[in-house]
């Protein structure tokens, strides 16, 4: 049976995702190359980090799902962010969207493929500093981290 709550989860999810693409496939070189207040990255690093960013979420719900938690910390995401950026810093606009698209189909299918048990099932979060956290929690997350980037890297390429 299919779950409604993972139905909505994956839906919001695929219409931030969708927003995100049509935004990195629309914005302009100059604009891409901005730097995002507050962020410390450029346009282009924004998007390709929610990109990567929905690779982690993808192996994290899966994790959860099954009751195995999250090992990584807090400090842990904060560097493998930071390298991140400077591997992502040449990435182009053409190249972020079909990153953004295939790791977020992927994310979605995850998403839509949880059960109501899957969901409500808790494990270590550690990046919460191991706090015991319900995979729902954790699935709503990606729509969540999608637009919050997406609304401050428009902001940065004055679309806000």
Same mark, same amino acid.
């Given at each position: 049976? +299919?779950?409604? =709550? ?13 927003? &995100? ?12 190359? /901005? $730097? &995002? ?6 346009? !282009? +690093? +924004? ?7 929905h690779e982690n979420s993808r ?6 799902? =099954? ?18 950026? &400077?591997?992502?810093?040449?990435? $182009? ?16 299918? +995850? ?9 409500? /099932?808790?494990?270590?979060? !550690?990046?919460? !500093? ?10 709503? &997350?990606?729509?969540?981290?999608? /637009? ?5 890297a428009r902001a940065a390429a !004055?679309?806000?």
């Amino acid at each position: 049976m +299919v779950s409604e =709550r993972a139905a909505a989860l994956a839906d919001e999810f695929a219409a931030a995702n969708a927003e &995100v693409v049509a935004f990195a496939q629309s914005c302009p070189a100059d604009r891409w190359a /901005r $730097t &995002v207040p507050g962020e410390g990255w450029t346009v !282009g +690093v +924004v998007m390709h980090h929610i990109a990567e960013s929905h690779e982690n979420s993808r192996r994290w719900v899966e994790e959860m799902a =099954r009751g195995h938690g999250v090992p990584e910390s807090a400090d842990m995401i904060d560097e493998a962010n930071a390298a991140h950026a &400077v591997r992502a810093a040449a990435a $182009t606009p053409a190249e972020t969207a079909t990153l953004l698209e295939d790791a977020g189909a992927a994310l979605e299918a +995850v998403l839509r493929g949880c059960s109501d048990e899957e969901l409500d /099932r808790t494990a270590p979060f !550690g990046p919460a !500093g191991g706090r015991m956290f319900p995979t729902a929690e954790l699935a709503a &997350v990606p729509a969540r981290h999608t /637009r919050e980037h997406l609304a401050h890297a428009r902001a940065a390429a !004055g679309e806000a």
